[in-house]
């Protein structure tokens, strides 16, 4: 990174290509998949992981998690539908 600002609470993986004038604010995660092209801006606590390139210019707002692998669970089907006896019916009202 040159020119730029890293918080020292940041974390940046020795991996992640950084552009020019960079700024990394405090509490940032920075995965090993990472790109910041230049003039990138994250602010606090922002999350940035995956093999993910954020373009020129783009500012990062606070809490914000970009390009995190994603996860998939799988559900089983339940039958799940309410009781019609719990609830008034429209007669009795």
Known sequence: MS???QHPTAIVAPQA???RDVQIGPYCIVGAE???SDGVI???HAVVDGNTT???GTEIFPFASIGLRR???NFAAK???LSSASAPS???M
């Open 79 to 81: 039958n799940r539908s």
């Open 42 to 44: 994250l602010h606090s």
């Open 17 to 19: 290509t950084l552009g």
């Open 54 to 56: 954020i373009g020129t």
């Open 90 to 92: 429209s007669a009795s």
């Open 34 to 36: 990472v790109t910041l």
């Open 71 to 73: 996860r998939t669970r």
């Open 3 to 5: 020119i730029g600002q």
